[in-house]
């Protein structure tokens, strides 16, 4: 992930995305910039945080005025900790799930997280995207797959030639659990340390993107762990629960036409 700057915000890019996805745009928002004051400082964009409607109601302008998006063209999710993915063509909130899919241009999908990860999927040829939150129960109720599997039946995509896109989220140092919730993940992306249970969610969707036929060489994690790095990302955990929210925006690019090279 590379930060950059758009009209006073900061935000997290993936460059990769220029040469095997140039129809897609993902943005990882971060803190500064913003109107809210602590301890949602400053860019809080979450709805259900505890700060005032009119500080999130502003940073969200701000960010949408800086990326060109309307408002009209925001879908939000409730985010439930489930597994659902709604089929979207138009901006609005949607209750009671966790993800989207869209063929539609110039939509913008925003996940909401403080320490879940997001997660984008996009397969070039079809021009399919989906976008999703996923905290630990999501990826343990097989949220991937469900999103992979909505991609590959309403728009008939070949996971093998699409990318994903795993956005910051808490680390599997910093991600202590119940030894319960460990022990329902693979060994591989737990273990105990320092008196606790830890898990790495990160490295377990990538692992769950694997086996739903998502090349490993296709995969672009931003590496970067919500707790660990205050100066960018608000973080539940760290901030004993009352914090703000990040944003992960995903947009088909509205000019996107020609064929784009497959991955
Ligand atoms: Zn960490």
């Not at 993936?14 to 745009?25: R, W």
């Not at 138009?90 to 966790?98: E, H, L, Q, S």
């Not at 249970?197 to 998502?214: K, P, Q, T």
Request: glycine share 12%; charged share 25%; proline share 5%.
């Amino acid at each position: 992930m590379e930060l950059i700057t758009r009209s006073g915000l900061t935000l997290g890019t993936f460059p990769a995305l220029k040469a095997i996805a140039p129809g897609l745009d993902v943005f990882v928002t971060t803190r500064g910039g913003g109107t809210s004051l602590s301890p949602f400082d400053s860019l809080n964009l979450g709805g259900t945080s505890g700060d005032r409607p009119a500080n999130i109601d502003r940073n969200r302008r701000l960010l949408l005025e800086a990326l060109g998006i309307a408002p009209r063209a925001l879908a939000r999710a409730g985010q439930i900790h489930g597994t659902e993915i709604a089929v979207v063509t138009k901006g609005g909130r949607y209750p009671g799930i966790d993800g989207f899919a869209t063929e539609k241009r110039g939509l913008a999908l925003a996940i909401s997280t403080a320490d879940c990860h997001s997660v984008v999927i996009y397969s070039p040829p079809e021009r399919a995207l989906a976008a999703m939150h996923v905290g630990r129960r999501g990826a343990e109720g097989g949220i991937i797959g469900r999103a992979v599997g909505v991609l590959r039946e309403r728009f008939r995509i070949d996971p093998r030639y699409a990318i994903a896109i795993v956005g910051p989220g808490i680390c599997g140092r910093c991600y202590s659990v119940s030894r319960e919730d460990a022990l329902r993940f693979p060994k591989e992306v737990r273990r105990y340390d320092r008196g606790r249970w830890r898990l790495d969610l990160s490295a377990f969707i990538i692992r769950d993107l694997a086996a739903h036929g998502i090349r490993r060489r296709n995969v672009f994690s931003s590496r970067l762990c919500t707790a660990c790095t205050p100066s960018l990302f608000f973080s539940h955990r760290r901030d004993g629960g009352v914090t703000g929210r990040n944003w992960t925006l995903a947009v088909i690019r509205p000019d996107s036409r020609a064929a784009e090279r497959c991955v």
